[in-house]
């Protein structure tokens, strides 16, 4: 293995263990409630307030960070993730522990998107988009492969040990990138000069877009293991394993969605709400039929996958003279969407009941449609 592979597969590992650590107390909300005895619904601020943070965050420490030498940066954020997933895993105070989940969140931008930008300044021009999606892609793993690993941890051993997964994966990257990364120059653009490119409209309209195609996809999926468990009585091992299919067919996904969005952005970007949102009505429709929930969970992995890439095809696009910037907002207006999703869905569960997330989220992903259907007919950008 050459070495700008070996760097690209580190990234690639360690933006699996960051989203991993974000995403994977999805599966483990219930464990999370019962651990610290509060309701599904306060447990729900573990993704919550971590997603939020990061939207936050997201929007200027990219580009702060961008000047600073790579490898220095990247120790900087793994130690990070390492010690306070560490800490959280043993205090016993929900407040602490959030607390716990915070401090990381605002870390992880910096690891995500400078991941992307490193990815494509080390490899020839023409290899750069390749380069790239293996980072995404390991995004897509952490966000979901890393869920049905924390659920089958939690499940069999306890909350305590799916915390320590999230340690355990972070310090092996950690210690991969003190011994092999190489020092790699950070870049001085400005700040100013990066964020003139959020003036135009097709950015503003990207980011709106960008926001509502998460928090559709997240209102249905941020308490799909209490849907799973409470509709389908799919529970312990077995919730695992359709979690993992899950998150397996998001990775095909996500190798597919590169493809289909070089073949014809406009008409994926289309109509992947369109068949979400078919799949969603059908989670609600069978929610007590085993076989036909899991057969619809396939599906929706594959394109949890694909919208994955549109989300960062949109904002990239819309800005490819800033690419810092621009992977930051992708990643912060993509969790200002998991945190509206996530808050739609708590009132919900709240209000009326889990199984009713799914037609919610298909209201989301109806009014994003109109915005992704806007942003193509107005602006002609491949």
Same mark, same amino acid.
């Given at each position: 293995?050459?070495?700008?592979?070996?760097?690209?597969?580190?990234?690639?590992?360690?933006?699996?263990?960051?989203?991993?650590?974000?995403?994977?107390?999805?599966?483990?909300?219930?464990?999370?409630?019962?651990?610290?005895?509060?309701?599904?619904?306060?447990?729900?601020?573990?993704?919550?307030?971590?997603?939020?943070?990061?939207?936050?965050?997201?929007?200027?420490?990219?580009?702060?960070?961008?000047?600073?030498?790579?490898?220095?940066?990247?120790?900087?954020?793994?130690?990070?993730?390492?010690?306070?997933?560490?800490?959280?895993?043993?205090?016993?105070?929900?407040?602490?522990?959030?607390?716990?989940?915070?401090?990381?969140?605002?870390?992880?931008?910096?690891?995500?998107?400078?991941?992307?930008?490193?990815?494509?300044?080390?490899?020839?021009?023409?290899?750069?988009?390749?380069?790239?999606?293996?980072?995404?892609?390991?995004?897509?793993?952490?966000?979901?492969?890393?869920?049905?690993?924390?659920?089958?941890?939690?499940?069999?051993?306890?909350?305590?040990?799916?915390? &320590?997964?999230?340690?355990? $994966? /972070?310090? =092996?990257?950690?210690? %991969?990138?003190?011994?092999?990364? @190489?020092?790699? !120059?950070?870049?001085?653009?400005?700040?100013?000069?990066?964020?003139?490119?959020?003036?135009?409209?097709?950015?503003?309209?990207?980011?709106?877009?960008?926001?509502?195609?998460?928090?559709?996809?997240?209102?249905?999926?941020?308490?799909?293991?209490?849907?799973?468990?409470?509709?389908?009585?799919?529970?312990?091992?077995?919730?695992?394993?359709?979690?993992?299919?899950?998150?397996?067919?998001?990775?095909?996904?996500?190798?597919?969605?590169?493809?289909?969005?070089?073949?014809?952005?406009?008409?994926?970007?289309?109509?992947?709400?369109?068949?979400?949102?078919?799949?969603?009505?059908?989670?609600?429709?069978?929610?007590?039929?085993?076989?036909?929930?899991?057969?619809?969970?396939?599906?929706?992995? &594959?394109?949890?996958?694909? $919208? /994955?890439? =549109?989300?960062?095809? %949109?904002?990239?696009?819309?800005? @490819?003279?800033? !690419?810092?910037?621009?992977?930051?907002?992708?990643?912060?207006?993509?969790?200002?969407?998991?945190?509206?999703?996530?808050?739609?869905?708590?009132?919900?569960?709240?209000?009326?009941?889990?199984?009713?997330?799914?037609?919610?989220?298909?209201?989301?992903?109806?009014?994003?449609?109109?915005?992704?259907?806007?942003?193509?007919?107005?602006?002609?950008?491949?």
């Amino acid at each position: 293995m050459d070495r700008n592979n070996l760097i690209i597969y580190i990234m690639v590992l360690g933006t699996f263990g960051i989203l991993s650590t974000e995403m994977g107390v999805v599966g483990i909300l219930p464990q999370i409630a019962e651990y610290f005895n509060v309701s599904i619904t306060q447990a729900g601020l573990f993704v919550s307030m971590f997603a939020l943070t990061i939207a936050i965050f997201a929007i200027f420490m990219p580009v702060i960070f961008s000047k600073y030498e790579r490898k220095k940066t990247f120790i900087l954020v793994l130690t990070v993730f390492t010690v306070f997933t560490a800490i959280g895993a043993f205090v016993k105070d929900f407040n602490i522990a959030l607390i716990c989940r915070i401090i990381p969140a605002m870390f992880h931008p910096i690891y995500c998107s400078l991941s992307m930008t490193v990815a494509a300044e080390i490899v020839e021009p023409d290899k750069a988009q390749d380069a790239v999606s293996k980072v995404i892609m390991g995004v897509s793993a952490g966000m979901i492969i890393g869920v049905p690993i924390t659920t089958f941890l939690a499940s069999h051993f306890g909350y305590q040990y799916a915390m &320590l997964w999230f340690t355990t $994966i /972070n310090f =092996i990257v950690l210690i %991969l990138t003190i011994l092999f990364f @190489p020092k790699i !120059p950070g870049k001085e653009d400005s700040y100013l000069s990066q964020i003139s490119a959020a003036k135009t409209g097709v950015f503003l309209i990207s980011v709106l877009g960008v926001i509502f195609l998460n928090a559709g996809m997240y209102t249905g999926y941020s308490y799909i293991s209490e849907f799973l468990n409470a509709l389908t009585h799919i529970v312990g091992t077995n919730l695992s394993i359709v979690l993992l299919l899950y998150g397996v067919a998001s990775i095909i996904g996500n190798w597919l969605g590169a493809k289909l969005l070089d073949r014809d952005s406009r008409k994926i970007i289309l109509a992947s709400p369109i068949v979400v949102s078919i799949i969603l009505f059908g989670m609600f429709t069978v929610s007590s039929q085993t076989i036909p929930t899991v057969i619809f969970m396939v599906f929706w992995g &594959l394109f949890a996958g694909i $919208i /994955n890439d =549109i989300s960062q095809y %949109l904002m990239v696009s819309a800005a @490819p003279q800033a !690419p810092e910037f621009a992977n930051g907002i992708f990643l912060s207006m993509g969790n200002v969407g998991v945190t509206i999703g996530t808050t739609i869905a708590g009132f919900v569960v709240a209000g009326i009941g889990v199984r009713y997330v799914m037609l919610f989220a298909i209201l989301v992903l109806v009014f994003d449609l109109i915005l992704l259907f806007t942003r193509t007919q107005k602006y002609n950008i491949d």
